[in-house]
């Protein structure tokens, strides 16, 4: 004979009984929202016969970079230097190592939120000597609200769902017996970000003579995913 301890003390049974059926079902959200933030990637080199010349060289061309992008101000979030190098080209011929030129590079990455200042900064930017810009890359922030607004849609329709369930069989939902996001216990999935568009605007500022065009960037709009799985008990139905 079990006693009623023992009884309390086995775990609960991962289905439903008679008298507590239980509806497992999934929770979906796709949303399309506008970006939040844009990143170019900006390359600055430099090359000279004299390793002192080329890192002088790259030193002010990284400067005029710097000094350009901080120009704008608040439509500035991050301004980040990454990857520095120096790196002598040997000649391919004759005896001897013999250093033909330097090359030196920086690479530097800026964040921007305000995307009127877009055009007009890439366009400043790649105008400059020996300065490569890659980008723009569109962004949401980690804590954008669209991320909460995808989970909660996802929670509503998985409940919508369990109840229609519920619904086809005669009957109502009684308690929510789990929720967990698809995944929550696996390692992260990671996914690389694709390249954008760019769009528009000209920054409010004067432009300097002869200076190009602002390019016309274009948003690229971002997908937000979430799902959640969620196991309900549910009245006994009349079958």
């Given at each position: 004979m079990t006693s009623p301890a023992a009884a309390e003390d086995q775990p609960a049974v991962p289905y439903g009984t008679p008298d507590a059926p239980r509806i497992a079902v999934r929770g979906e959200a796709r949303r399309e929202v506008d970006p939040e933030i844009a990143r170019l990637g900006i390359t600055v080199s430099a090359r000279g016969r004299d390793r002192r010349a080329a890192l002088d060289d790259l030193t002010r061309r990284n400067a005029t970079v710097l000094e350009l992008v901080k120009s704008y101000g608040d439509a500035v979030e991050r301004l980040e230097t990454g990857a520095?190098?120096?790196?002598?080209e040997l000649t391919k011929h004759g005896r001897g190592e013999r250093v033909r030129t330097?090359?030196?590079g920086v690479r530097v990455t800026a964040e921007l939120s305000d995307f009127t200042a877009l055009g007009e900064l890439?366009?400043?930017l790649a105008d400059l000597d020996l300065t490569r810009v890659d980008g723009p890359w569109w962004a949401l922030r980690r804590d954008s609200p669209a991320y909460r607004d995808a989970r909660r849609q996802?929670?509503?329709?998985?409940v919508q769902r369990a109840r229609e369930y519920a619904d086809a069989l005669g009957t109502t939902l009684a308690a929510l017996v789990e929720l967990a996001d698809i995944g929550a216990e696996g390692p992260e999935a990671s996914f690389p970000r694709a390249p954008g568009r760019a769009r528009a605007a000209a920054f409010a500022g004067p432009a300097e003579p002869g200076a190009a065009p602002p390019l016309d960037l274009e948003p690229q709009r971002q997908h937000v995913f979430a799902a959640v799985n969620a196991r309900f008990t549910m009245a006994p139905p009349r079958l």
């Open positions: 520095f190098s120096i790196t002598p330097y090359h030196g890439t366009t400043r996802a929670v509503r329709e998985a």
